[in-house]
C-alpha cells in the first residue's frame, strides 16, 4: 500500500467479503463465557496435573549450571578440604615436642622435627599442629626457636573444615548462584542434576504482520510481541523458541500448533488483530485438544484463550501489546516456574497513595500502570493511560497494580500496593516532573540517568503540573503559559495555582506557532485562518500552556472556537499535534518548532515563550533538582538542546522567586 | 601422593627450599601497606580515568538485547502506530454521514458510505471514524443502520498513539526489559547501540590447582575460584573469559598477563595459597604495568592487590574461596558496573539483631556472615563462622554485613543492616532452626524447599539451641539431651532452660556410639577404652547433646575427662567427628550412626537416643512447623529417612507437651 496525497492510505480496505460479518457475529458469541482469572489458572492447572505435565531433569556440567535450579539435593563427594591442611605459613610439628616452650625458655626444634610448610600444603606425616612464620626464628644451624607451645591441632584445616564428604552442599529445589557452583566443584561434584528448562514456542499469526523492520507500510504490523514474550520467557529461566510468522490460514495454523506441540513444553499462539486469526486459534485449539479458557475477566486481555494439546499447555495470547505482556505475566509465567519446580518470584511492592480517581467495572480485574515517586514523606502512585496498544506505558511506568473485580474504582488518595517494575530505590529517588511536555525533557533524562538519577515525567499540561505540585505528587512542573492581563509569562500562574514559595527556572525559550503540511498548502498565516472551512485543526488538551495560548489568541483576533473544525480533537504532546498533521488527517495544530521540524512539517512561528520548571522551596534541595541546574548551564548540552530547532538556551537555568 | 595407613598423606611436603624462608619473609613485607577499601577503590579509580579507561558502545539487533544497555537515547524512527488505524471491528465511516442519528430515528448508511473494517486496519481515504458491529444493524439490502452519532476521530488510534516518530523511545543507560525491546521494535528500530560488555579474564595460578574433579589427591585443590568469580561476572552483565591454570612460573605468569591485558578490559589474576604465587603476582604486575594496592586493611581478603598495566585494570584476588568472593564483590563488581556505565545495584537490605557479641580490630573491615529470620516480631541475625577457605558458609548465609574499621566489635543485640543474599522474603519466612544437628534436618530442608519454605538451621548443639529458644533468636531446636537423674531424654532441660510451654516432636530414635576405624583396629568397645593412651578421641563441642552423653557415660565409669586424649579438641557436627576418624586423625569419636555410615566407618552402638524438636507453644502454627509434622508422618519420607542408616522414625511426630 502506498499513502495518499491526503495522507490516508490510497487503497481501502478490502471491501466486507461475503460471510465476514457472519464470521465476525460468530467469533463474538465465543466470548460467552469469559471467567475470573483465578478460575482460569485452576482450570489449567487441573488439566495439566491430570496429563502428568509438569517438570523434568537431566545433569549437566556445573561451570553452566548458574541460574539453574537443582531437581535432587547434591552431597558432597569429597570432603572440602579432602587432607588436613596448614592453615598457615611456617613449620608443621609435633605438639608435644613444643610443650613448656615460653618467651623465657624457648623450645629448640631440629630440622628432623619440623618441616616448612605453606598454607594449604598437606599436613605432613606425624604431625599435628602448624606454628606461623612470625612465631619463629630461625638459627643459623638450621633449628628453630619457638615462644609458645602449640596446642594439637592449631592452625590445621581439619578435613571437611568446609564440607564433609556426604553433607548436603545444595537442597533440591535450589536456583545455583555462584557461590553453589563453587561449593559444588569444592567437594568433588562436577556434574548436577538440574530441572530441564521449559521450551516455550511462540507462534505469531496475522496477514498482517511483518518482521521487524524501519519501514512498514500502512496496514503493515510490525510483529515484535514473539520478541517480548519470549524475552520474559528468557528472564524467567525458560527456553525461547520463537516460530515464523504463520498467515491467516486455518491449515497452516494447525500444522505450526501441531508440530510445535511436539517438540516444546508450553506452546504459545499469539492471535493477530485481524478478524481471521483469533477466530482460526480458537477453533485449532479445539480441534487438536481441549479448550479450557476462551475469555477471562481481566482488562486488556479478555480474550486470552487456553488449551491442552497432547498433555501440553497451549495459550492464545491477544494481539495488542500491553494484553500480550499482560497475560503471558498472568498465566505464561506460573506455567514456567511451575514446570522450574520454583514458585513465582513476586515483584518488590511500595504502598502508594493514589493521586486520581479510578473508574473500573464491577466484575473485571483491571490492569492499572502508574508513575510512581516519593515527594517529601508521601509516596505517590500517578495512574497513566489505559489503552492496550501503547507498549511504551510499560516502559514508562513504574508499576502496575490491579483494581479488583469487586470493585467499582478506587478513590482519588486511596492506598494501593504497587508492584513495581523498577528497583524501590531508583523508585524513590526519582526526579518526579508532572506538566507541560516538552522535547528537552527528555534529553534531561537521558543526561540525568548517565549521572544515576532518574526522571519519572508525566504529560499533563502547564496547569496540570502545578496543580500536581500543589497537592504535592511531583517535585517539579515544566510549565509555560501566558497570563492574558500582563502578557507574562508564568509567575502569575504560579501564584494563583501553587499558593506557596516557590522558584522558577528557566528551560529556555522556544518558538510556538503552527505546524503545517509542507509547502503549507492552506495558507495557514494567523489565527484568523483556523476558522476557514477548508481547515481541519488539531488542538492540545485544556490546561495545556499551549491551549491556553490558543484561546488567548483567537480570543484577541475575535475568532469563536465553535468555528474551528477540530478545537475539540485533543491530543497530549506536541509531537502528537505533529503526527495527526503529519498523516493528513488535520492540516493544522499549534506547538513547538522543534515538534514541526522533528517530523519534517513547515512552521509559521507565531511567538516565542519562555519554558520554565518550577520547584516549590521545599524540592529545592533535591539532588535531581541540582543536576538539571548544572545541566543548564554546560554549553554542551545547551548546544544538544539548541540541536532540536527553535529554542534558544542563552539564558537557560536563570532563577526567578515567585 | 598416596594416603598412608595412618591416613595422613604418605610424602612429606618437600623441605624447605634454599631460600624460601627469605621469600616469605621479603612477602611478608610488601604487607606493610595495608590501606582502607576505600581508599583502594580511588587510587584505582583515579588511575583508570587517567588513562582513559572505560565504556565502549557496539550496535547490535535488538532481538538480542535484552539486559544490555542503551549507548545513547534511542528515538522512534517510525510511529506506532504509523498509520490511522481502526481500533474495533466494525466500520469507517464519515462522522459527518451520521450526525443526528439516535435509537428514536437511526441513520442508514449505503454501501458506498461505510468501509468494513478489522481493528488495526487503516482508516480508509476519507473517513475518520469507526462504529462497533455491536453497535450497527445490518439491513437485507447491504444498508446498516446506526443509532448514534459517531463523533470524528471516535474507535481511530491516531498515529504515534503510542510513540510518534522522533521521539525518544529509551533514554540512555538503560537496561533493556522485554517492554523496551518491543517499544524499540515498534517503532521501527531493529539494531539498537549499546555499551559493549567488559571482557574480564580470569587467570588461576599455582601448583598446587587442579581442575574440578572427583578424586583429587592429597595437596591438590580444585580451582573452582575462577567459575565463582566468572559466574560473578556473568551476573553483572560482563563477558567472562577463563584462563587455563598457569603455574608457579614467572615467566609463564608475565606472560599470561600480559596477554590477557590484550585481549580483555579487565584482567584478574587469583593468586592460590601456595608461597610462590602471590609473590609473583605482585612482582609480575610491577614489572608489567603500576601496582597501586597491595594489601587492604579487610578481612578476609587482605592481600588483595590491584595495578593498571597497559591501561586497564589487573586485580589480584587472594586464593581463599570466601576472600576471592568478597575482593569480587567489593573490587571487581565496580569496575565492571563503572564498564557499562551503571551504578553498582545495591542489594536488598533488612534491619535484624545481633544475636550474639563479635569482636574485631580495630582498623580493619570486617565481613560478617549471618543467618537472618524473623521470629515472632524480630528480626534476628545469627553471625555464622569467619573462616576465609570455607565456601559453603556463602551458600548457607542469609546475608552479610560489614564491622566498620572504628569499631572494635558489636554488642549482643546490636541493630544491623544486613545486605540480604537471598530474597527479602525468602528469609522471612524461613523456619529458623538452632541446635543439635542431624542428618534429617538436611532432608526436611530440601522437602520443605519444594513445598516453598525455607529452612535456616544453625548448628550449636542442644543446649545452645534452647539457650537460642529462650532468647526468641530461633522457631525451633533440635535436641538430645540426656538427663542423668531421671535417665530420660530432653524433657528436664526444657523445662530447666526454656522456662516457656512448648512441645516436643519426636524427629525420631538413632543409634548413638563410638565411630572408629574399618575393623575396629584399636579395639575400641565401651567408655574405659577412651582412657588407654593409644586411642586418640575427637570430642563434641561443649552443650553439644553427645557430649552431654559422653560426660554422662565417662562420669558412669569413672573415667577422669583429662585421661581422654583429645577430649579438648572439638568438632561441631557428627560428620565432621567422622571426619577426623576417617582422615586418620582421630581413632575414636561419638556419634550417630549415619555418620559412620556415610563415611564408611565402623560403628559401636551405645545407646537409642531420642531426638526431638522443641517447639515453643508461639511458634506452633509457623507453616514450616506444620509441614514438617505432615513430612514426619509420610511414610515416603520415614522410608527415605531411615535408609540413611541408624534411624528410627516409627513415632516420628509424636508431640509431648512440656
Redesign the interface.
Known sequence: ?T??A?G???A?????SPG??DA??ER?KIYLETITAEEAVARLTAALEAAGWGTAAEVIP??EA?GRVTA??VTA????????AA?V?GI?VRAADTYGASETSPVRLG?GQY????????????R?ACIM??DLN?LPDGQVEIYAAAA??QNV??????????????????VL???????L??T???AVPVRRRPVVTFIPTGD?LVQ?????G??E??E??S???L??V??WGGEPRRHEIVRDDYEALKAAVAAAVETSDIVVVNA????GSQDYSVHVLGELGQVLVHGVAIRPGKPFMAAVVGGKPVLGLP?Y?VST?LTADLFLKPLVYRFL?L?V??RPRLQAQLTRRLTSPMGVLEFVRVKVGQVGDRVVATPMGR?A????S??RADGVFFIPPDREGLEEGAPVEVEL?R?R?EVLRSLVAVGSHD?IL??V??HL??R?LGLSSAHAGSLGGLVALRRGEAHVAGVHMLDEASGEYNVAYVRRYLGRPARLVLLGRRDQGFMVQPGNPKGIRGFGDLARPDVRFVNRQRGAGTRILLDYHLKQEGVDPAQVD?YR?E?F?H??V???V??G?ADCGLGIRAAAR??GLDFVPVTQEEYELCIPLEHWDHPGVQAIRELLTDPAFRAEAEALGGYDLRDAGRVREV
Open positions: 500500500m499513502v495518499g491526503s490516508l492510505p490510497a481501502p480496505a478490502a471491501s466486507p465476514a460479518w465476525v457475529a463474538r556445573v561451570a548458574l535432587e539435593g563427594r569429597i570432603s572440602s578440604p579432602h587432607y588436613p592453615a605459613d608443621a630440622p618441616v616448612w610448610v605453606d598454607t594449604g600444603d598437606p599436613l605432613p606425616p606425624g599435628d612464620v612470625e630461625r594439637p591441632w584445616r581439619p578435613i571437611g573444615e568446609d564440607v564433609v564428604a556426604t553433607e548436603l552442599v545444595v537442597p533440591a529445589g535450589t548462584r555462584p557461590q553453589e557452583i563453587g561449593a566443584l569444592a568433588g561434584n562436577v498482517e521487524p523492520r524501519p519501514d512498514p500502512p496496514g504490523i510490525i515484535f510481541n520478541r517480548v514474550v524475552s520474559l528468557q528472564e493477530g488483530s485481524s478478524a494481539g501489546p505482556w519446580g514458585p518470584p513476586s489503552g496498544g501503547v507498549i511504551s510499560l516502559v517494575l528497583p530505590e522535547i527528555d534529553l533524562e537521558s540517568r548517565r544515576g477540530g480533537r491530543e504532546t509531537l502528537a505533529a503526527a495527526a503529519a498523516s488527517t522533528a517530523l
